[in-house]
Structure formats: structure tokens, C-alpha cells
């Protein structure tokens, strides 16, 4: 358990559904990212909230929307998903002192599968 | 922009003997850190060794060592007297110093571990 506490672990939609990711972190930290892992790929950032920014990866579709009420909890927002968007979504926080970011903390992951 | 490359998309070692996992990256940044990360089946991803990149000697973390070449921009992790639990995912990782958002991952290197 590293703190980092994301639900629903599976989720299975269809393209015309809505649901949401919520990440929930009890280290503290003050930035959160949300990680889209794809099979054989790479783990692409998606956005990034911290202190003094929000992120975007400017490849990530609308159909993605990020939300951060308070420094503990991230939410993605999923609505009209592809099915190329299965993939496992990474949740992660740390802690940015003067802009140097500390090692990150990752979430268990949602996998999802988009029917 | 910032690449990491693992070349071994699987690597297999017999319990108790040694690994090497190789990753090469390129940056532009003068300072940078360079992590590996373990996924297990769990899907959490774990840090299991950082280096810094201004620091010329390579970072230990008990059987798990890395060795470090700037100049060649290679980072190559070794677990020695491997265990049936250190098989995973094992992801090499770049950001530049004082980036809160700017982690760049590799694709990966699945490593079985054979009893």
C-alpha cells in the first residue's frame, strides 16, 4: 500500500457511457498526475495538477476531462470513449518542493475496456 | 523533447543469479534524475532505485544497483541473487531537475525470474 487509493480497480463501458476515475492520495502530497498505459507503449502523461498548475498533454482527446477539488483527490471524467482508449489508467501524487518533484507514489490503476 | 529506449522488451534469470536490464535515454537538460520503476502483477508501479544525474557514483539499493554512464547516456539497472518476487515490469524513467510534471517512460522490459 503506498497511499495512493484509486477505484474502481475494473470498469468495463460502452462508447456512449459516462463514468469517472477517482484517484484519493493520504501522503500529503501536493501534485497528482493521472498515466495512461497502453499495452507494449510507454506510459504516457495525461495532465497534472499541482500548487501552482494544471498540465495537459495536448495529444490527450477532450474526451478526457480531469478534475482536482482539493489536493488529495483526482478525478477523469470519461464520456463517448473509443474502444482504442482500453488501457490502465495510473494514478500518482508527490510532493514538489521549489518545482523539484520528489519520487512518485502510484495508485493500483483502473483497467478499463471500451466496448 | 526526452527519450527513454529499453531494448529488452523480455529478460528471463534463473533464481539467485544476476540481471542487467539496459535503457538508454537522450535529454537536452544538463540536470536530470533517472529512475527505475517495478510493476508487478499488482499493477502498482514501485520505485525501486534514483539517480541523480550530477552525481558521478551509481546508486545501490541493497541487491539492486545501477550503472550509470552520462557520457554514453545509459542506465542500466542489475539485480543480483535475483528472488522468485522481484519478477515484473521493470520501466526506466527520465526527468529533468525541477520539472514537476516531465517524466518521460520507457516501454518497458518484462523480467521472469525461473525457479
Known amino acids: 500500500e503506498t497511499g495512493v487509493t484509486q477505484t474502481p480497480r475494473h470498469l468495463v463501458m460502452g462508447m456512449t457511457n459516462k463514468k469517472s476515475l477517482k484517484c484519493e492520495q493520504h501522503l500529503g502530497h501536493n501534485a497528482m498526475y493521472w498515466y495512461k498505459q497502453s499495452a507494449k507503449k510507454p506510459l504516457e502523461l495525461m495532465f497534472v495538477y499541482s500548487l501552482e498548475e494544471r498540465v495537459e498533454n495536448n495529444s490527450v482527446p477532450s474526451r478526457f476531462s480531469p478534475e482536482c477539488p482539493n489536493s488529495s483527490h483526482l478525478f477523469l471524467h470519461l464520456h463517448t470513449l473509443q474502444p482504442e482508449d482500453s488501457a490502465l489508467y495510473l494514478c500518482?501524487?508527490?510532493?514538489?518542493?521549489?518545482?523539484?518533484?520528489?519520487?512518485?507514489?502510484f495508485g493500483s490503476g483502473t483497467q478499463l475496456s471500451v466496448l | 523533447a526526452q527519450t527513454v529506449t529499453q531494448s529488452q522488451p523480455e529478460m528471463s534469470v534463473q533464481e539467485a543469479e544476476t540481471v542487467t536490464l539496459s535503457c538508454t535515454y537522450d535529454t537536452s537538460e544538463s540536470d536530470y534524475y533517472l529512475f527505475w520503476y517495478k510493476q508487478p502483477p499488482s499493477r502498482q508501479m514501485i520505485l525501486v532505485i534514483r539517480q541523480e544525474a550530477y552525481k558521478q557514483q551509481n546508486a545501490t539499493e541493497n541487491r539492486f544497483s545501477v550503472n550509470f554512464q552520462k557520457a554514453a547516456k545509459s542506465f542500466s539497472l542489475k539485480i543480483s541473487d535475483s528472488q522468485l518476487g522481484d519478477a515484473a515490469m521493470y520501466f526506466c524513467a527520465l526527468a529533468p531537475s525541477g520539472s514537476a510534471r516531465q517524466l518521460t517512460f520507457g516501454s518497458g522490459t518484462q523480467l521472469t525470474v525461473l525457479p
Open positions: 500518482a501524487s508527490s510532493q514538489v518542493l521549489q518545482g523539484v518533484r520528489e519520487k512518485l507514489f
